[in-house]
Structures are given as C-alpha cells and as structure tokens.
C-alpha cells in the first residue's frame, strides 16, 4: 500500500514541488518499503527516534527535522540532519550554528512562520521572520543556511480560510526573496491541505498519513 500511495502522490505533483515523507512513529520496515519505492527524504519530529532511524536505514536518506525544536537537543542529529522546518527563535539558530561547526557542516533551516489561528501552533511574526534575516548576528553565523520558510496552516474544513493563510505566506514569501536570495524552499502543506497549498505557492509538501496510514496518536 506504501508503494501505491507514493507512486499516485508523486505523480500529481509539480516538478518544483519537493515530497517530504512524513515517518514519524512508523517502523523501520515501513521506511525501508518508500525507500525502494524511490523515496529519499523523510520528516521526523522526535530526535531520538529520527538518530535511531538514521542509524538502521541507508546513508543516502536526507533526514528533514519537522516537529518544534528544543535546542538542547540538536547536538543530537548535528552530524547528519539534511533540514530543519521549524525554527522559530534567533537562539535556536545560534544553537543549531554551534553544533554545526563541530561536525564541520552548513546545516540549512527554515523560519516557521505562525500563520494559523489557532493559539496552539508555535511560529514567528512576518515582522520577527524580517528582523531575524536583516540581523548582524544572524549574518554572522556562518554554519547555517536559512533557505526558507515553513508554515502550518489551521486545522480547518474551511477552504476559504486555508487559501487565506498559504497566501499571505506566499506573498510574504515572494516579498521577502527581493531582498534575500537564497531563499527558495515554501514549506507548506500535509496530508490533508497539500494539494490546496501547492495551488497557493508551495515548494515543499509533509505528507505523513497519505503515505503510510493513520499514526498511532499514543506514541
């Protein structure tokens, strides 16, 4: 079933539109089904179980850090995380950067922007996102690499309201690659929103239970 969920999603997406297989809480044996199906890059939002993955599974993997990010823990995945989704504190980058120069790497990141309106979802300000990518410090931290933005939109039925959200991301986003260039990944979209936020400008869609089923909530 893995196999058949990836092939249909994959042949529906625009070239320009990255897949992140979303593996959380799911078996090893489940990963190793989508890698022979062809795919490379998979989220996890637990460190411990992302180094436990990245340990068993092959080493062409790009593991993609997805879940809100406690910066102590980053020492962890230092040596081998591909990208981080949710950074939302100047501190977390400093964190990231410190642990990066250790292992001699560049690890790229993304700013979580907060643009649901649900009080729950963690993120910054378009205001925050600004004053941290025009920051002296943020310059200086030569072992990251912000690449883009991430966003999680409500957990809604409301189409009109998702489009709302993804689209004022996306503007922000266009607004915001005038003055930074090496801005180029749009993290938006899951299961049940990425086809919506595809249509509305993303270039990177998480896609946890469309491929490998409903995950089991008491892990």
Aim: charged residues 25%; contains cysteine; positive net charge.
């Amino acid at each position: 079933m893995i196999k058949e969920n990836l092939e249909k999603i994959k042949a529906t997406l625009p070239e320009n539109v990255t897949l992140v297989a979303v593996s959380k809480t799911k078996p090893i044996e489940d990963l190793q089904e989508a890698y022979k199906t062809g795919q490379r890059i998979f989220g996890e939002n637990k460190i411990q179980e992302m180094v436990d993955k990245y340990d068993a599974l092959p080493k062409d993997i790009k593991w993609h850090m997805i879940g809100h990010l406690q910066s102590n823990k980053v020492k962890y995945m230092a040596h081998f995380v591909d990208l981080i989704h949710g950074v939302d504190k100047l501190k977390t980058l400093n964190v990231i950067n410190k642990e990066a120069k250790k292992h001699d790497r560049i690890i790229d990141c993304l700013l979580q922007a907060k643009i649901a309106k649900e009080e729950t979802k963690f993120g910054l300000s378009f205001n925050e996102i600004e004053a941290i990518l025009s920051a002296k410090e943020t310059a200086a931290l030569e072992n990251i690499n912000i690449v883009g933005l991430m966003g999680m939109a409500t957990f809604t039925d409301n189409k009109n309201q998702l489009e709302e959200e993804f689209l004022s991301l996306k503007n922000f986003f266009n607004q915001l690659r005038t003055k930074h260039s090496k801005l180029n990944i749009l993290s938006m979209g899951m299961s049940g929103d990425y086809k919506l936020a595809i249509e509305n400008g993303s270039t990177m869609i998480r896609v946890g239970s469309s491929i490998f089923g409903h995950r089991n909530y008491n892990q």
